[in-house]
């Protein structure tokens, strides 16, 4: 980690004062080349994933939301994400039902709705989770420097700013993705303990919902957590 952070910890800061500057010209920067050589060659670490998993999403009005309103929203409403740009349509997953994942403010009490997923078993996911099982001698370098320098879990404050240079690096890596054929990206939460995982194309896939969508309220002072 030490080596991988010399070598590339500042090329790391410099491409994301660059993504501000120039967001779709990633590929023109050094390090840009270097991300996309590394997933396209598979050099990152890779898993699948199975088990339960949950979506959840904020209560906006009184409408009573069915499985429908719970699956990935169709291009013509898919806003952009850590892990897609807007228009793309993909199945966001927490390992529990975090709903921490939907509220825009922590600090806040909500009401959100959850929506439990049985997958059967996905293969071919890149694993972007910071964890030290996942590190070997043969691990990308610059994977590493990105996990290590916490870049890929940056903290979007407000969900309604509308800017959000926290998600260049990361909307850059799945494009990278999707064209080495991942099946989806596994990475740590940022707003509470656990993983989450992004399905790029979920139709394809074995993933079935469990039963019915269910109300649940979001209390900040029992459900918080403080991710390190």
């Known amino acids: 980690m030490r080596k991988a952070e010399k070598r590339y910890g500042k090329q790391v800061d410099e491409l994301q004062e660059y993504l501000e500057k120039y967001p779709f010209l990633t590929l023109s920067a050094p390090l840009g080349k270097t991300i996309y050589r590394?997933?396209?060659?598979?050099?990152?670490?890779?898993?699948?994933?199975?088990?339960?998993?949950?979506?959840?999403?904020?209560?906006?009005?009184?409408?009573?939301?069915?499985?429908?309103?719970?699956?990935?929203?169709?291009?013509?409403?898919?806003?952009?994400?850590?892990?897609?740009?807007?228009?793309?349509?993909?199945?966001?997953?927490?390992?529990?039902?975090?709903?921490?994942?939907?509220?825009?403010?922590?600090?806040?009490?909500?009401?959100?709705?959850?929506?439990?997923?049985?997958?059967?078993?996905?293969?071919?996911?890149?694993?972007?989770?910071?964890?030290?099982?996942?590190?070997?001698?043969?691990?990308?370098?610059?994977?590493?420097?990105?996990?290590?320098?916490?870049?890929?879990?940056?903290?979007?404050?407000?969900?309604e700013n509308m800017w959000r240079p926290e998600y260049f690096i990361t909307r850059y890596i799945a494009d990278c993705a999707r064209l080495a054929n991942f099946n989806g990206i596994k990475y740590d939460s940022t707003r509470g303990y656990g993983e989450n995982i992004v399905i790029f194309d979920h139709t394809k896939l074995l993933i079935r919902a469990e039963g019915e969508p269910e109300l649940k309220t979001y209390n900040p002072k029992v459900n918080s957590s403080h991710p390190v």
């Open 38 to 159: 590394e997933i396209i060659k598979k050099k990152p670490p890779i898993c699948d994933v199975e088990g339960t998993w949950y979506r959840t999403r904020p209560v906006k009005d009184s409408k009573i939301y069915h499985l429908e309103d719970m699956k990935a929203p169709p291009i013509s409403s898919a806003g952009d994400g850590r892990y897609n740009h807007a228009g793309q349509s993909v199945l966001y997953l927490a390992e529990n039902s975090s709903m921490q994942e939907a509220v825009n403010d922590l600090n806040v009490s909500a009401v959100v709705w959850t929506q439990a997923y049985q997958i059967e078993e996905i293969p071919n996911i890149l694993d972007l989770t910071n964890r030290w099982d996942n590190y070997d001698p043969s691990t990308s370098a610059v994977i590493v420097a990105l996990l290590s320098s916490h870049t890929l879990n940056r903290k979007v404050l407000n969900r």
